[in-house]
């Protein structure tokens, strides 16, 4: 959504969100709660591999995700959603809070470090906040497009030099 008089629009489409847990209570818990926010669409796994192969294939905007995954991590599935949707929101939770996994996290480009127990609330918060953070970026990505077009528009429409138009439109691109 585009930020209009300090509120969020509606996103042209819903926000796909990805939950993973391999505890069936908790993945339940976490996809009902993101289901209850308005547009998001949620789908939920309880292994890696049917979460890293949803990833791969389809769009997604957000991934909550325990961070010990059976045999598996949940820093893998950082980067492979990072490789897959490079401006992903990526969540962890997790039982057992280390310093060095959160800051591990936090440095392979995670936005937040959930600890459990946590209340469904929280979880939300977290969700609503990187989602906004992500359309945020995303605008301001679209903007400085939009300025570079607009750069070439009026170096096209002056009487610039060719080499100096050119220049402009190498730039934007």
Known sequence: GTARGGRLLPPAREEAVVVVDDEPNILSLV???????????????STLEQAARHIRMETVDLVVSDLSIGAHSGVELLQIAKAAHPDSVFVVMTAFPTVGTAIKVMQMGGFDYLVKPFKLEQIRNVV??????????R???????????????????????????????????
């Open 128 to 137: 609503r906040r990187g989602l906004e953070m992500q359309a945020l970026g």
């Open 139 to 173: 605008e301001n990505v679209r903007l400085k497009r939009e300025l570079g077009l607009l750069k070439v528009s009026r170096s096209a429409m002056s009487d610039m030099r060719l080499e100096d138009t050119l220049d402009i439109v190498l730039e934007s691109t």
């Open 31 to 45: 996809t009902d709660a993101l289901s209850d926010l308005e547009f998001v669409s949620v789908k939920s796994f």
